[in-house]
């Protein structure tokens, strides 16, 4: 498995999951009478990114990681609408590029120094970068999004943030 086996298509399956947690938000606020778009800017502490900004993190986690392994600039940030729609639609169109790429455009990278833009000066090898910091980095951002949901009262579990599991007899 290479760097890309590892990384990109996991990614892509948890953000695969982001329209669940959205159905059972509209759900609730549904059945509780109130604007799912609330929720949207939920955060569980005050200093701590809310719902939609934690989406907009695991995002661009993705795309900011298959760049900079092939040696390109990473995308630009962006603001993401604190709506239902916009969510989707950005999740979507994120599955789309993701499904675009290719392990082999990954192939023999692993020692690839990635600079971290928030220690100048300082990079960490490919499969570091990986191991260490993108995917630690996106599950936080992914864990956080799904507790705030979970935190004001959305019935969500872990099988929503799993996904369905590619099961096989025994």
């Not at 549904?30 to 929720?39: A, E, G, M, P």
């Not at 040696?71 to 962006?78: E, K, V």
């Amino acid at each position: 498995m290479n760097l890309f086996d590892i990384s990109i298509p996991h990614m892509s399956r948890t953000l695969g999951q982001v329209p669940v947690w959205l159905d059972k938000a509209q759900a609730h606020a549904d059945q509780r009478k109130f604007d799912v778009n609330v929720l949207l800017t939920a955060r569980l502490a005050p200093d701590q990114w809310h719902f939609t900004r934690q989406i907009q993190a695991i995002v661009l986690a993705p795309l900011r990681l298959a760049n900079l392994l092939r040696g390109q600039a990473p995308p630009d940030l962006f603001e993401l609408e604190p709506t239902i729609a916009a969510v989707r639609a950005c999740v979507a169109e994120t599955r789309e590029k993701l499904d675009k790429l290719r392990s082999e455009e990954f192939a023999g990278i692993e020692g690839r120094v990635i600079p971290l833009p928030f220690l100048p000066g300082k990079g960490l090898e490919a499969s570091d970068f990986v191991q260490q910091f993108a995917l630690p980095n996106f599950h936080f951002h992914a864990v956080t999004a799904y507790s705030i949901l979970r935190h004001n009262g959305v019935d969500v579990g872990k099988p929503d943030f799993l996904a369905p599991l590619s099961l096989r007899d025994l």
